[in-house]
């Protein structure tokens, strides 16, 4: 469902789709959630980059190292 190759998805229903039915959720922290995808092990971050809109405006899904996932999360 994910391509190898991507690192980051920024489709609003595809990420809700990820969320709700194959990634495993890991951590949270302020305004950010730490993702791990079961088939290949990678560590996926939700973030809301634009802090000028209301709620963040839209979610961005992007891949994070295991060593920057355990620095910022501790999983």
């Known amino acids: 469902m994910i391509d190898p190759a991507e690192t980051e998805i920024t489709d ?4 809700a ?3 709700a039915g194959k990634l495993e959720k890991i951590a949270s922290g302020n305004w950010t959630i730490l993702y791990r995808d ?9 973030t809301y ?8 405006g839209p979610a961005l899904l992007s891949v994070m190292s295991a060593d ?4 910022a999360y501790n999983p």
């Not at 980059?49 to 963040?56: D, F, I, K, L, Q």
């Not at 920057?68 to 620095?71: D, N, V």
Request: aromatic share 8%.
């Open 38 to 46: 079961p088939d290949d092990g990678r560590f996926w971050e939700i």
């Open 68 to 71: 920057a996932a355990k620095a």
């Open 49 to 56: 980059p634009h802090s000028e809109r209301h709620g963040g």
């Open 17 to 19: 789709a990820l969320i």
């Open 12 to 15: 609003q229903p595809r990420i």
